[in-house]
């Protein structure tokens, strides 16, 4: 039997973010697995028939402490019983008529918690609600062809270009998913794109019309700080934060005191706020840093940027400050302005640009290589960018607007 742990809380729990396999204590055998991504789930090592078995009990934290906890002591009554829950299981999943509908949902809960948020998952469960399920989802998986992916995204192809695409992926990911699991013969999968589907629709960047966000101009950007920091309220003070630093604003909105080290001069955005998925750690100018300090902090609010009733900024909440300012550039703009700025007037190198934009560089080798010797150069940049941002420009055109790429 597994030697009984450490019991760790609700809380102890919270805080396990390194990598590997953590013991609960509160039933033996009882573990939370954390992933390199940040991801989380629950899993009881148990023996069954002599046999050691690892069983997946769900995503944290979807399921809680309380419940992975209820379903440990279920599953191990059942082994004591003479259950075996993986041979059960097996059997239930047997008598299940695999549709596309059902094999959806399987894999939707497979992955569930390899997903950074519950949005992510909702976005799956709508588009094959409202693009799939009218036209295959009930027919049995194994005999789903090209003519019902054709039927469900053809009629969107040109309109609703980067929404197909994205169907059309998850299309494929489900039916690949089928095959590995013997619910549909192995074989071409009639969703993929190269030499199948590439014959039937036009590629997507034929017909793809996406609008780039809109951004100031390099030497507009003194002039719109200067009045910027004349605006009061958290929304302006995030807005400038996130032109600082040249962070995403959704990580920006939900910064929190606990991930800045003021003595450092760094901020440390856990993985589960990045686009990509990776812990990212940013240098913060002695302009940032006097930003933070002059914000009010709150006796137990760890969130730094507070809205109405405490609560974070809302998504539109930094756009709607920009509107009020007059402009019709957006928030996300300022990253693309930032990479223009140091690629026209600055002798930055690529890769260093790259890394203060949290941007993928080269292969996971390369990057692991280059993790370790970028920092510095990363708060030269961002220093040498704050102090352009307080420098005049030699022209007057302050609110000259350019599409970013």
């Given at each position: 039997m597994p030697k009984k742990a450490r019991e760790l809380t609700a809380l102890g729990i919270k805080n396990l973010t390194t990598p590997g396999l953590h013991a609960i204590g509160t039933v033996s055998g009882l573990a939370l697995y954390v992933k390199p991504t940040g991801a989380r789930s629950w899993v009881l090592r148990t023996m069954v028939a002599g046999r050691r078995r690892e069983m997946g009990l769900g995503g944290y934290p979807t399921v809680s402490l309380a419940q992975a906890i209820t379903y440990a002591r279920e599953t191990r009554d059942k082994i004591r019983s003479g259950v075996d829950p993986t041979a059960e299981k097996r059997l239930r999943m047997k008598n299940i008529v695999w549709t596309f509908r059902t094999v959806a949902e399987a894999y939707i809960a497979a992955h569930r918690a390899s997903w950074k948020n519950a949005k992510h998952a909702q976005q799956w469960e709508n588009t094959l609600d409202t693009y799939c399920y009218p036209q295959f989802g009930d027919k049995h998986v194994s005999d789903i062809g090209k003519g019902d992916i054709l039927a469900a995204i053809e009629p969107h192809w040109t309109t609703k270009n980067e929404t197909m695409v994205r169907v059309r992926n998850r299309i494929e990911l489900i039916l690949n998913y089928a095959m590995q699991r013997e619910y549909r013969p192995e074989g071409p999968n009639p969703a993929r794109w190269k030499g199948n589907l590439d014959a039937a629709l036009p590629r997507p960047s034929k017909v793809n019309q996406r609008e780039h966000f809109e951004a100031l101009a390099i030497d507009a950007m003194h002039g719109f700080m200067e009045r910027l920091r004349k605006i009061e309220g958290?929304?302006?003070?995030?807005?400038?934060?996130?032109?600082?630093?040249?962070?995403?604003?959704?990580?920006?909105?939900?910064?929190?005191?606990?991930?800045?080290?003021?003595?450092?001069?760094?901020?440390?955005?856990?993985?589960?706020?990045?686009?990509?998925?990776?812990?990212?750690?940013?240098?913060?100018?002695?302009?940032?840093?006097?930003?933070?300090?002059?914000?009010?902090?709150?006796?137990?609010?760890?969130?730094?940027?507070?809205?109405?009733?405490?609560?974070?900024?809302?998504?539109m909440a930094l756009t709607a400050c920009m509107r009020r300012m007059g402009l019709t550039a957006v928030p996300h703009g300022f990253r693309s302005t930032f990479a223009d700025w140091s690629a026209e007037r600055t002798g930055t190198p690529a890769e260093v640009r790259e890394m203060v934009l949290a941007h993928s560089i080269g292969d996971r080798t390369e990057e692991a290589y280059r993790r370790g010797d970028l920092f510095e150069k990363r708060r030269e940049v961002m220093d040498l960018w704050s102090r352009f941002l307080d420098t005049p420009p030699a022209t007057s055109n302050i609110l000259v607007l350019r599409k970013a790429v």
């Open positions: 958290m929304a302006a003070r995030a807005l400038e934060f996130a032109i600082l630093t040249v962070v995403r604003t959704g990580a920006v909105r939900m910064a929190l005191w606990s991930e800045i080290d003021l003595a450092a001069k760094v901020w440390s955005v856990p993985a589960e706020k990045m686009k990509a998925g990776r812990a990212h750690k940013v240098p913060l100018s002695p302009r940032a840093v006097e930003l933070l300090e002059a914000l009010p902090r709150f006796e137990g609010i760890d969130l730094i940027f507070t809205g109405r009733n405490d609560k974070p900024l809302s998504d």
